[in-house]
């Protein structure tokens, strides 16, 4: 059974940042690419960024290109986002979402697993 739990949403201010946790058990993380995908209130979600299995390359979206890291610890099977200068538009509910690694592309397949998702809110 795969499982993706998400944590570290929180409220902070304009500029500050935040790191997300996605604790993935069930899988394996060297066979599997994990997303990290936002909804905003009153809009779609969307794929933000991405860490494949095999090789352990990453991708972003460009609006959260050089503001936002995606990494890996594959002793603890959880990846991350560490998420700088955070901007009011950030605000949304964060998820991450595991398929396998041929599939990792969110615009052409839609991923299998999904965690419940983590409240960002960027406000002063």
């Known amino acids: 059974q795969v499982q993706l739990v998400e944590s570290g949403g929180d409220l902070v201010q304009p500029g500050g940042s935040l790191r997300l946790s996605c604790a993935v058990s069930g899988v394996t993380l060297d066979g599997y690419a994990i997303s990290w995908f936002r909804q905003a209130p009153g809009k779609a979600r969307e794929g933000i960024s991405c860490?494949?299995?095999?090789?352990?390359?990453?991708l972003y979206v460009d609006s959260v290109k050089d503001r936002f890291t995606i990494s890996r610890d594959n002793a603890k099977n959880t990846v991350y986002l560490q998420m700088n200068s955070l901007k009011p538009e950030d605000t949304a509910v964060y998820y991450c979402?595991?398929?396998?690694?041929?599939?990792?592309?969110?615009?052409?397949?839609?991923?299998?697993?999904w965690g419940q998702g983590t409240q960002v809110t960027v406000s002063s």
């Open positions: 979402a595991a398929n396998p690694d041929w599939a990792w592309d969110w615009a052409r397949r839609e991923y299998d697993y």
């Open positions: 860490i494949k299995g095999s090789d352990g390359d990453t």
